[in-house]
């Protein structure tokens, strides 16, 4: 009996939850009939169980909801704000109830006649709130079948399979060391592909899409503007971003303290607003959206905003800052403000928010999962709150780098570029002993490894390599190493106290050879070499401008092509990245094709391939107008040509040969490319039409394929509109509409007079060049 | 049924670790720095694919600090709020029963001894300071701060 209740328990609770969202959304639109029957259901549920289980007053509620709803279903009643608030206010008790039950204490007291009579047709009850809910995506579907696990026992296959991994990164190193024969290395590489995939599908046990955090957001602000008398309308995206369960119950607290927040302080009210010239409903966007390994959650309001100068004033008052450092902050740093203890701009003290605690909780409940809080606000416009959160703490792809002997990690999150300190397009300065690096005409201050670290650097500071690194919610800067090895996926674990303590690391892995490496902070390492990342911004940008067109250096993206090889596209063609299934891609009309979603676009970078994987990896090339696919194997690396090309002798996919990184690789024709997969394809804007006899199956079946390869779009004779070309048989009728040009064609190779004009129809070079000249002539 | 303690020796002195804590006795070959952190951090170590944080004792209890560029070093590994650490010691010589509670030692310690132990007890190989693991790992820093 206990389990049958507890599973009722979960059932509503859960019922509950994804219904908050429900039936804001149903107030918005009462006639939307699929929200309608999602709360039905939910009363229907409650009642069929309770009557069985004996908790007559739960019963007593949702069979009042239930005959009203079902009112509002035959069209006997229209629903209105006070049967949303009334049916509202019974799911809010029955939750009391349920959450009573769960705990196993008595019932809340009560008396529920009065819920009830709320319900009744012209009941006098407090109007509802003028609320609209614009959420997206929310459709009453049905659940997926689940089970519940505990998270502890989710944890541990978690960290098995990590050092799974780490077991197989020592036998791989182990296998290296030996000699051992082919099947032996089959049978590893087999267990490798298990392991990987197994990691992968633990990974995702572990996420949770953001919807289900999203999804009592609508409710809790109708309810919040309901009571401040405000009017919001709340705007949510990207509820399938996926995070780590944990991390979801983590933020949980500080996004909604953000939204009471907004919804109190940053939404005028509806009279202030249409003084201002706003309208009168308040927006608050809620996104969710992944850039590399973290998801960044925006939360954005159209309200007042937030003062800078009057946050710096509170905090002189409160005793936060001197009046010194705060002559000199920046406007970043004074609405950081916030987030120090004990400040408030709100005037007076609500039920919901300004009491001061709140924002400093905010930012270290975020910072304790690794994560950062940024702000954003122009006064009068809006507010913008950034919360960053790593998408998950354990796998984290990294390059390797190394100073001396010793290798470390850095987040590929963080890394903008990697540059030749000795690249035409880098020079490295020294101002008063600090270091600053001209990237392109941009000054980023520069932060040498081995002085930070405090270790010996085997190489002159000339030849090292720059990581130009961008922290997460900072200003770039140029990390000086002495080598770059290479990119992987590293499982990483926190690291000690002692170690973590430092400020400079972010955890600890082991490397292929069974060696730990660090994983440094992008930010901590900043800090610790002393760069000011404020003071920075402003003087890079000074310096860019006219020093910009001085660089002369190609940007290219190196990468592997499925056939193994190294090669390097430039930058500015690559439009995007895009993986797709494997059966996406397809030969067809002489050529690969590949589907992106509505467009079907020509495949280049295939050889004859197979492409046996499950997916394919992608650029996305353009040239402003035309789009083209290639297929690659994996990005090595963003990289300037500084050295001579080598090109190639005869014309081909690959214009020349450069030395990228100390390596050798094929520099790809993207013209070649586009000439080749595109240019013959493509049909000019304006259409070239053709005229052709529709009852001569020889220009049918024959002429009709040269002449649409040629750009042509064939008409009959008896269709409509004007053709640039006829093409008919010499003795034919002539035709009776004037055409731009009129191509004869003969049957007999000699011609019968010299002046006829006309074309022996197996005169393939001789048709094709007047095919052209027509087309040509179109332009005049 | 007495308290195990684990004989090592730090620094040419024969001290006690609790048994219980040491999860066992490793030769430590490779040592990676860890750059700018706490002097008694002596770097990390790989052990069956996990991490530790290697500590050099002698440091931590401010007696000079142990060679660890030759080669081989013995370590005991404790486990500490989730992370492994190994504790650089010059000998683990022997596991033996405590005869008695740990009682203050009145005679004046240097510091650092003072700092990490947690008194002395009688055994059967006369009486040994007991050392906590935990004070070792903290390290010289953690009392002023």
């Known amino acids: ?780 | 049924m007495n308290e195990l303690l684990l004989v090592v020796t730090i620094a040419g002195e024969r001290v006690a670790l609790p048994a219980a804590l040491v999860e066992s006795v490793v030769e430590l070959d490779t040592l990676i720095p860890v750059p700018r952190a706490a002097p008694h951090v002596a770097g990390l170590s790989a052990l069956r694919s996990r991490v530790m944080t290697v500590i050099d004792c002698m440091r931590s209890l401010e007696l000079g600090s142990s060679a660890c560029s030759d080669g081989i070093r013995e370590a005991a590994v404790v486990e500490l709020d989730g992370h492994h650490y190994a504790l650089i010691v010059d000998l683990v010589e022997d596991v033996v029963e405590a005869a008695s509670e740990p009682a203050p030692v009145r005679a004046a310690m240097g510091s650092g001894w003072e700092r990490a132990s947690q008194g002395m007890v009688e055994t059967e190989a006369g009486p040994l300071l007991l050392i906590d693991p935990a004070a070792l790992i903290a390290g010289a820093e953690a009392k002023a701060a």
């Open chain 1, 1 to 780: 009996m206990d389990d049958l209740i507890a599973d009722f328990v979960a059932e509503c609770r859960e019922m509950l939850e994804a219904l908050g969202g429900e039936i804001v959304a149903w107030e918005a639109a009462p006639d939307d009939r699929a929200r309608l029957d999602s709360i039905f259901r939910f009363v229907h549920t409650v009642k069929g169980n309770c009557g069985f289980f004996e908790f007559p007053r739960l019963e007593g509620l949702s069979h009042a909801a239930e005959d009203a709803l079902a009112d509002v279903r035959a069209g006997r009643r229209q629903a209105d704000g006070p049967l949303v608030s009334a049916v509202l206010g019974i799911i809010d008790r029955i939750g009391e109830m349920v959450a009573a039950i769960e705990a196993g204490e008595d019932m809340p007291a009560g008396d529920d006649s009065a819920l009830i009579g709320a319900l009744a047709p012209g009941a006098e009850a407090a109007a509802g709130p003028a609320v609209a809910a614009a959420a997206e995506g929310q459709k009453a579907s049905a659940a997926p079948r689940t089970i519940r696990l505990s998270v502890e026992l989710l944890d541990r296959v978690m960290s098995t399979v990590s050092d799974m991994v780490l077991a197989r990164n020592e036998l791989a190193r182990r296998l290296r060391e030996t000699q051992t024969d082919v099947s032996v290395d089959g049978a590893f590489e087999r267990l490798s592909a298990i392991i990987a995939e197994m990691r992968d599908a633990i990974t995702r046990t572990r996420m949770q899409r953001i919807e289900n955090l999203f999804v009592g957001l609508p409710r809790m602000v109708r309810d919040l503007s309901a009571d401040l008398g405000k009017q919001v309308l709340v705007d949510i995206e990207g509820g399938d971003v996926e995070l780590d369960r944990e991390m979801i119950e983590m933020i949980r607290d500080p996004l909604t303290h953000i939204i009471r927040n907004a919804v109190d302080h940053g939404i005028e009210t509806p009279a202030e607003r249409l003084k201002t010239g706003k309208r009168e409903i308040g927006l608050l966007c809620v996104s969710a959206r992944q850039s590399g390994n973290q998801i960044l959650i925006d939360i954005q309001d159209d309200g007042r905003g937030i003062d800078g100068r009057k946050l710096v004033e509170k905090a002189i008052a409160g005793g936060v800052v001197d009046k010194s450092d705060a002559a000199q902050m920046s406007a970043r740093e004074q609405l950081a403000l916030i987030f120090e203890a004990g400040l408030s701009t709100a005037k007076q003290v609500t039920a919901i928010s300004g009491r001061g605690v709140g924002m400093d909780v905010v930012r270290s409940n975020v910072e304790r999962i690794g994560g950062i809080v940024e702000v954003d606000s122009r006064p009068g416009e809006g507010t913008r709150m950034t919360l960053r959160v790593p998408l998950t703490l354990t796998i984290i792809p990294a390059l390797t780098v190394s100073i001396g002997n010793q290798h470390f990690a850095i987040p590929r999150s963080a890394i903008e570029e990697i540059v030749r300190a000795n690249g035409e397009s880098v020079t490295l300065e020294h101002v008063g002993g600090a270091g600053i690096a001209t990237i392109r005409g941009r000054r980023v201050p520069e932060v040498s490894l081995a002085t930070v670290l405090g270790l010996e650097s085997l190489i002159n500071e000339k030849d090292r390599t720059l990581v130009v690194l961008r922290p997460a919610g900072g200003d770039v800067y140029a990390l000086s190493v002495d080598r770059i090895h290479d990119h992987e996926e590293l499982v990483v674990k926190p690291a000690a106290p002692a170690v973590m303590n430092t400020g400079l690391y972010a955890g600890t892995t082991l490397a292929d050879d069974g060696s730990p490496i660090l994983l440094f902070d992008a930010a901590g390492l900043a800090e610790v070499g002393g760069v000011k990342l404020e003071v920075q911004e402003r003087a890079s940008r000074v310096a860019q401008g006219p020093s910009a067109a001085a660089s002369t250096a190609t940007e290219v993206l190196l990468f592997r092509g499925l056939d193994g090889s190294r090669r390097a596209l430039r930058l500015a063609v690559v439009d995007r990245i895009e993986e797709v299934p494997a059966s996406a891609v397809k030969a067809a009309a002489g050529q690969l094709r590949v589907q992106l979603g509505e467009a079907i676009l020509p495949l280049a970078g295939l050889r004859g391939e197979q492409v046996g994987d499950a997916t394919v990896r992608l650029f996305r090339l353009s040239d402003g107008v035309h789009e083209l696919a290639y297929a690659f194997a994996e990005v090595i690396a963003f990289a300037a040509i500084e050295h001579d090309v080598i090109h190639a002798d005869c014309e081909g996919e690959v214009s020349g040969v450069a030395l990228i990184n100390g390596e050798p690789a094929e520099l790809i024709d993207v013209h070649w490319l586009f000439a080749h997969h595109v240019g013959a394809s493509v049909r000019s804007t304006q259409q070239l039409v053709c005229r052709l006899p529709m009852d001569d199956p020889w220009m049918q079946n024959m002429l009709r394929p040269i002449v649409e390869a040629a750009g042509y779009l064939v008409i009959g004779r008896e269709d409509e509109g004007e053709a640039d070309l006829v093409i008919a048989a010499q003795g034919a009728e002539a035709a009776s509409e004037t055409a731009k040009r009129t191509i004869w064609l003969r049957t007999e190779p000699e011609s019968a007079s010299k002046k006829d004009g006309s074309i022996y129809r197996y005169d393939r070079a001789g048709l094709l060049m007047a095919l052209k000249s027509a087309g040509s002539g179109r332009g005049k």
